[in-house]
């Protein structure tokens, strides 16, 4: 095995040199983003510092103006036709999220489905896998995530902790190689905060592959493997939490935490 084989088996996020402007805006400014595989990677920084907008890049929601994103050794997004990049078409592309869980801040929960149905949507329609195996599942990652009695419900007779955590069971019924989190607690009341964490602190335990934006800095140091924080379009900071959260060594990263914790 060469050592590029053997290195694209150990991650399960590997985004290089990536670039992305709005406009005259540029929001990313050469990010390079390694997560492997079993890990956990929290991305802090404030608002407009780039953190969203890189999560969604890892799938190609947002399309990079230069730079690569590989997921478990898959280019995402592109073909490679000798030094040239050729964009996929949509089906492809949309294949490809099908292996990549992606949990929004605001739910996104289809409002006709019940949770159930929105749980196993995917894997019926994107996956083509069978349909008992998929409402079996389904139904166990419910209860996994503590909304088993809730399976026939709809999202508007849902609390917003119990509609994430709808959520957080359809991207595992993906049996996806990551999960995106895009702040998954920002839209929650704060009584609420907490059995969500709680569900990805489960998540980190059992050996998922994480990769959160969030402002919840004590649940980076208890959870994460690895802090990574951005400010102005670029990783400032990368470590363990005891490193980047309890001993920050640049100017952006201190005043940050300052403000934070």
Do not use: C
């Amino acid at each position: 095995m060469t050592a590029e084989l053997a290195e694209e088996t150990v991650y399960a996020v590997e985004a290089r040199g990536i670039h992305k402007s709005f406009g005259t805006l540029e929001v990313l400014a050469g990010v390079d983003l390694l997560v492997r595989k079993g890990e956990v990677t929290v991305i802090l920084g404030p608002s407009g510092s780039g953190k969203s907008t890189l999560l969604r890049t890892l799938n190609h929601l947002e399309k990079v103006d230069r730079g690569t994103v590989r997921i478990d050794g898959e280019l995402i997004g592109y073909r490679r036709k000798g030094n040239r990049l050729h964009e996929l078409r949509d089906r492809e592309i949309l294949k490809q999220r099908s292996h990549i869980g992606f949990v929004f801040q605001n739910f996104n929960l289809f409002p006709h489905l019940t949770a159930l149905e929105n749980v196993v949507e995917a894997p019926l329609s994107a996956q083509k896998r069978d349909r008992d195996e998929v409402y079996r599942e389904a139904r166990a990652l419910l209860e996994r995530v503590g909304v088993g009695d809730k399976a026939d419900e709809y999202p508007r007779q849902l609390s917003g902790g119990q509609q994430q955590r709808v959520a957080i069971a359809r991207a595992l019924a993906l049996r996806p190689a990551v999960i995106l989190f895009d702040e998954p607690t920002s839209a929650l009341d704060p009584e609420l905060v907490g059995e969500v964490l709680e569900v990805l602190a489960q998540l980190a335990r059992d050996g998922a592959t994480l990769v959160i934006v969030t402002h919840e800095v004590g649940f980076a140091r208890e959870v994460a493997d690895t802090a990574v924080f951005m400010d102005g379009g670029v990783i400032v900071e990368q470590g363990p939490p005891s490193q980047v959260i309890d001993n920050p060594v640049h100017e952006p990263t201190k005043a940050f935490l300052s403000r934070v914790l």
